[in-house]
């Protein structure tokens, strides 16, 4: 019964390095997302997918990329990391294209140093 | 430009009492609305939602009350236990999908 698995947990990256956030989901989900937490912010939407090989942005999409080739798999890719990029990452996922109960992943936290 | 507003971080009641955590919103376009609830290195929760034509919608002891008019929705938990203790946050969209914008959260904490 995993659900949204989020891997790794936590990372430190240094400034100007690159790194894939995985996500994978088991519930056949057509809908996956990308979202970023900082201190004392809701979630803000990075990149969005409403199915394999159709993607979109969201509201923060500057400095990151996804793909998006298989039901399962939506991983975001951070290109020349920066401080500003310090976050926690959750991956969501749901079912029926509505905004009914995204599903969420345990998060990434990633600290650019 | 935040659409989504939760005013109080933090809240805190007697175990019993009841917790009324409040979210404003300034989208009219905005007809479907969620409470997520997250505990520490957890990912958020699905509490509760609500759309547009409706303006309560209870489970349990959780009540979610829509003022359309005010463009503001609150969550009632009643009575409170000690496990609610855990982040709230409320947030909205059009219900066609995917692209909710979500408050800054509201930290409740529940004393036995």
């Known amino acids: 019964n995993a659900g949204v698995t989020q891997t790794p947990k936590f990372h430190i990256l240094k400034i100007g390095q690159s790194m894939t956030l995985q996500c994978t989901q088991d519930?056949?989900?057509?809908?996956m997302y990308w979202y970023r937490q900082d201190p004392g912010m809701g979630l803000k939407l990075i990149y969005y997918?409403?199915?394999?090989?159709?993607?979109d942005k969201g509201e923060v999409p500057n400095g990151y990329n996804v793909s998006r080739s298989t039901t399962e798999d939506f991983p975001l890719r951070l290109e020349l990391a920066a401080p500003s990029q310090t976050s926690v990452y959750f991956c969501?996922?749901?079912?029926?294209?509505?905004?009914?109960?995204?599903?969420f992943g345990s998060g990434t936290q990633l600290s650019v140093l | 430009d935040q659409q989504v507003k939760q005013n109080s971080p933090s809240l805190s009641v007697q175990e019993g009492r009841i917790s009324i955590l409040n979210c404003d919103y300034t989208?009219?376009?905005?007809?479907?609305f969620l409470w997520y609830k997250k505990y520490p290195a957890e990912g958020p929760t699905f509490l509760i939602s609500?759309?547009?034509?409706?303006d309560k919608n209870e489970d349990g002891r959780f009540t979610v009350f829509l003022n359309k008019s005010a463009k503001h929705l609150s969550l009632h938990i009643v009575p409170s236990q000690p496990g609610d203790s855990a982040v709230y946050f409320c947030a909205a969209g059009p219900y066609s999908y995917g692209k909710l914008t979500f408050g800054q959260g509201t930290i409740l904490t529940v004393h036995p």
């Open positions: 519930m056949n989900h057509n809908y």
């Open positions: 969501a996922s749901s079912d029926r294209g509505t905004n009914e109960k995204l599903f």
């Open positions: 989208n009219s376009m905005f007809d479907y």
């Open positions: 997918s409403v199915g394999a090989g159709i993607t």
């Open positions: 609500i759309s547009s034509i409706k």
